[in-house]
């Protein structure tokens, strides 16, 4: 914990915010959302039945869900001038640097973007879960030079994104594999983003600002980046039998190994093995189980060699890869999912707000004397 003479580094410790949304228990490796554990939501509920859960604080009855079905298909489209300033932007550009920049925007066409009542808020909120991925496809289908494709309303969202994505509607089973994936990336107590998203809107700032500061922060290796992270080593190892040697070197030079390792989870990442499991089954059925068996290794040898555990990124990057995603929309799709905390956070903030503002501790010299410019 941290006092006055030793501040906690990367305020580890540090309790910043009181929530009823997620409740992440390191030592045991247990991950709740509002009451109840990822491994009893995993599979169980889809994504929509979880953001209800987080923007209501319970799971919906059958018509509550439909409603916030059809609210999710309606909010879809973005504004014309944001369709066309995403496909203006540099086709090379990465796509969180797109995502960040059009939710930003998104804000200047929104007349209740300022609107501080509950009811106005909680529409950004699903507007934000409905709308960052049509950003996010229509941003790849413009780079790929590909016609760009209209929602499909009778979609559910993970479906609806896959079918904006690649032209096609998904697979029953490919459309589950990617709303559980939604499900376990969808809150997780204060990590970094979720930290940003609060401290800007409890300056009494807005939902867009408060959800582009959040994507910012996924954005680095250390937070949602290292989803990417992980099949670039995987890509860069390239064989099985190379795993050791690539681990080894790594350590002795002090890499960080991405994937691995977590700040709170000093056991296994609950949401690791459903996502393990997940690729297992794609490696299975793709007949490349190289991916997977490369991947088992290192958590393997990591676990061994530094008692670190694989985390949340590490197995959802060999899902993604399986599935045909490009390697620069694994952080984007940890967004997307996220965005549905995001916005609960910042309801959950607003609705006791105080201003977040720590202190630090100064370490630099006393006492200068200003000298003229002149004379320095
Ligand atoms: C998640 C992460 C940022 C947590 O960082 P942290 O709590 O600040 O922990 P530290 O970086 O101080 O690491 C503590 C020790 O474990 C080591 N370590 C932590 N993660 C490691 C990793 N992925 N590979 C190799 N060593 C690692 C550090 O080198 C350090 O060792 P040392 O005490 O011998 O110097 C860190 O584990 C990491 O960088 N992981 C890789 C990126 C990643 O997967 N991020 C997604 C998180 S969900």
Redesign the pocket.
């Known amino acids: 914990m941290s006092n006055s003479s030793s501040p906690a580094r990367?305020l580890?410790g540090v309790v910043a915010a009181s929530t009823r949304l997620s409740d992440v228990r390191g030592d045991i490796g247990k991950l709740i959302y509002c009451g109840y554990d990822i491994d009893e939501l995993a599979g169980k509920a889809t994504y929509e039945e979880v953001v209800h859960l987080l923007h209501h604080d319970r799971l919906p009855n059958a018509t509550e869900l439909a409603e916030l079905k059809d609210a999710l298909a309606s909010f879809r489209d973005l504004p014309q001038a944001v369709t066309e300033m995403i496909c203006s932007f540099p086709k090379v550009a990465p796509p969180m640097h797109v995502i960040r920049t059009a939710v930003s925007a998104l804000g200047c066409f929104d007349t209740t973007a300022d609107d501080d009542s509950m009811y106005a808020q909680r529409r950004k909120a699903l507007r934000l879960v409905a709308q960052i991925p049509v950003i996010t496809a229509y941003f790849h289908r413009y780079r790929m030079g590909l016609p760009l494709l209209g929602p499909d309303r009778s979609l559910g969202e993970a479906a609806n994104f896959l079918y904006m994505l690649n032209g096609e509607k998904p697979s029953a089973e490919t459309e589950g594999t990617m709303d559980v994936c939604y499900v376990l990336h969808a809150e997780h107590g204060m990590n970094a983003s979720t930290f940003a998203a609060r401290v800007t809107v409890a300056t009494l700032s807005d939902m867009y600002s408060a959800i582009t500061s959040a994507i910012g922060a996924l954005k680095g290796?250390?937070?949602g980046g290292?989803n990417e992270g992980v099949i670039k080593m995987l890509l860069e190892i390239g064989t099985l039998d190379q795993v050791d040697a690539y681990i080894d070197d790594a350590?002795a030079q002090?890499k960080?190994?991405?994937?691995?390792?977590?700040?709170v989870y000093k056991v296994l990442d609950p949401r690791a093995p459903h996502l393990q499991r997940m690729a297992q089954v794609l490696s299975a059925k793709l007949g490349d189980p190289k991916w997977i068996q490369m991947s088992e290794r290192i958590a393997e040898l990591?676990l061994a060699k530094?008692q670190?555990n694989a985390?949340?990124?590490f197995y959802s990057a060999t899902v993604y890869h399986s599935l045909g995603i490009p390697t620069d929309l694994f952080t984007p799709i940890f967004a997307i999912a996220r965005t549905a905390g995001w916005t609960a956070n910042v309801l959950e903030q607003l609705t006791d707000n105080r201003l977040i503002r720590p202190q630090s501790q100064y370490t630099g010299p006393v006492g200068l004397k200003f000298v003229p410019l002149e004379s320095r």
């Open positions: 990367g580890e290796p250390l937070h290292a350590l002090k960080k190994i991405m994937g691995i390792g977590h700040r990591m530094k670190l985390n949340v990124d």
